[in-house]
């Protein structure tokens, strides 16, 4: 029996091919996991392309010039040779694109369990972490598509939201983001205007209406429209777009007003960038794995995924009425999907999900 890959080219991320994948006999202290339900986000293309600098691409080996996409969403253990690990249960977490992914399965708890395949040693745990969804009090079966599209993004504006706090805004006045309609965007707009700071969503003319809609922006501009906002207000950016331009519009139209920058996303993948430094402070990445884990020793585990949890179940009540949900079905129209994804031509207002 054979399972099924989609294989991505390292050389273009629009390249995909649909692969047949042999299903080996379990070793020992092994898990082979059927992947039912996938997220497609802008979140998935910038695990493609991004996916040699941070590690990405190492996750699930593939054949030479080619990589398996990464995405989050549900499995059912199909088999197991592992210790505390069950056929039958549902498992939410990190996977290819893909029908199957086995995994040897670490010190097990009743939350879930942590891959410790040789190849994944070293990468950020949150990605090797597998949770129980029996586990999750949140958990409901008929929001999996809304869960497997935004637990990963609202974690990251969650993180992002904590940081800015802790920092006390950095002395900041507003928050600017852009690529206001992509999901980890709105996200932390409607976290960061439950606090006392202006939201500011800077966006596209095709996509203005759909922010605006949101509500959880005080003021949406076009980017062309970035000079129209008051230049002594002290600021913080947020950079989901990865797009020089932007950027560097930004802080010359704010100079010292602008308190801080984080660097977080690449919607605008295939936009120049870093061609030279923008005027006033330096951009600074954010890596929300490396956020998690100080916040996670800071709280436990328990009380940061609890938290976490809660404050999602809270935002998808808001948000699922102004979203739609489509499901891709076969690896045929989940690889063409992957590229359309890949390639921008996304409703903003979709929730995106692949079965293969």
Same mark, same amino acid.
């Given at each position: 029996?054979?399972?099924?890959?989609?294989?991505?080219?390292?050389?273009?991320?629009?390249?995909?091919?649909?692969?047949?994948?042999?299903?080996?006999?379990?070793?020992?202290?092994?898990?082979?996991?059927?992947?039912?339900?996938?997220?497609?986000?802008?979140?998935?293309?910038?695990?493609?392309?991004?996916?040699?600098?941070?590690?990405?691409?190492?996750?699930?080996?593939?054949?030479?010039?080619?990589?398996?996409?990464?995405?989050?969403?549900?499995?059912?253990?199909?088999?197991?040779?592992?210790?505390?690990?069950?056929?039958?249960?549902?498992?939410?977490?990190?996977?290819?694109?893909?029908?199957?992914?086995?995994?040897?399965?670490?010190?097990?708890?009743?939350?879930?369990?942590?891959?410790?395949?040789?190849?994944?040693?070293?990468?950020?745990?949150?990605?090797?972490?597998?949770?129980?969804?029996?586990?999750? *009090? +949140?958990?409901?079966?008929?929001?999996?598509?809304?869960? @497997?599209?935004? %637990?990963?993004?609202? &974690?990251? /504006? #969650?993180?992002?939201?904590?940081?800015?706090?802790?920092?006390?805004?950095?002395?900041?006045?507003?928050?600017?983001?852009?690529?206001?309609?992509?999901?980890?965007?709105?996200?932390?707009?409607?976290?960061?205007?439950?606090?006392?700071?202006?939201?500011?969503?800077?966006?596209?003319?095709?996509?203005?209406?759909?922010?605006?809609?949101?509500?959880?922006?005080?003021?949406?501009?076009?980017?062309?429209?970035?000079?129209?906002?008051?230049?002594?207000?002290?600021?913080?950016?947020?950079?989901?777009?990865?797009?020089?331009?932007?950027?560097?519009?930004?802080?010359?139209?704010?100079?010292?007003?602008?308190?801080?920058?984080?660097?977080?996303?690449?919607?605008?993948?295939?936009?120049?960038?870093?061609?030279?430094?923008?005027?006033?402070?330096? *951009? +600074?990445?954010?890596?929300?794995?490396?956020?998690?884990? @100080?916040?996670? %020793?800071?709280?436990? &585990?328990? /009380? #940061?995924?609890?938290?976490?949890?809660?404050?999602?179940?809270?935002?998808?009540?808001?948000?699922?009425?102004?979203?739609?949900?489509?499901?891709?079905?076969?690896?045929?129209?989940?690889?063409?999907?992957?590229?359309?994804?890949?390639?921008?031509?996304?409703?903003?207002?979709?929730?995106?999900?692949?079965?293969?």
């Amino acid at each position: 029996m054979d399972g099924v890959d989609i294989l991505i080219s390292k050389a273009d991320v629009t390249a995909t091919t649909v692969a047949a994948a042999p299903l080996a006999p379990l070793a020992e202290g092994e898990a082979r996991l059927r992947i039912e339900l996938l997220a497609l986000t802008a979140n998935t293309v910038t695990y493609a392309v991004a996916g040699d600098a941070f590690g990405y691409w190492r996750f699930f080996p593939a054949p030479e010039g080619f990589f398996k996409p990464p995405a989050w969403g549900f499995a059912v253990i199909e088999e197991s040779r592992a210790q505390g690990v069950a056929a039958g249960e549902r498992i939410y977490g990190f996977f290819p694109v893909a029908s199957h992914l086995t995994v040897c399965p670490g010190k097990t708890d009743v939350s879930g369990f942590t891959d410790v395949t040789a190849h994944r040693q070293g990468l950020p745990p949150i990605y090797n972490r597998y949770h129980r969804v029996a586990s999750d *009090p +949140t958990y409901r079966a008929e929001n999996e598509p809304l869960i @497997a599209a935004f %637990r990963p993004l609202f &974690a990251t /504006a #969650f993180l992002l939201n904590a940081m800015i706090v802790r920092a006390n805004a950095f002395g900041a006045e507003q928050i600017i983001i852009s690529s206001a309609s992509s999901k980890t965007g709105y996200a932390l707009g409607y976290l960061a205007g439950l606090g006392r700071l202006e939201t500011v969503g800077l966006t596209s003319p095709a996509n203005r209406a759909f922010a605006e809609r949101l509500g959880v922006f005080r003021q949406t501009r076009v980017y062309d429209e970035i000079a129209s906002l008051n230049p002594s207000a002290p600021s913080v950016y947020v950079d989901m777009a990865g797009a020089a331009d932007i950027t560097r519009s930004v802080h010359a139209h704010f100079g010292e007003a602008l308190k801080h920058s984080a660097v977080v996303g690449m919607t605008h993948w295939r936009a120049p960038r870093g061609r030279g430094a923008p005027v006033g402070v330096a *951009p +600074t990445l954010f890596f929300a794995p490396d956020h998690a884990m @100080a916040l996670t %020793r800071e709280w436990g &585990a328990e /009380a #940061f995924e609890t938290r976490l949890a809660e404050e999602m179940a809270v935002f998808l009540a808001f948000v699922a009425p102004m979203l739609r949900q489509r499901c891709v079905r076969g690896p045929a129209a989940a690889a063409e999907a992957f590229g359309r994804t890949a390639e921008g031509a996304v409703d903003p207002s979709e929730i995106l999900t692949l079965q293969l």
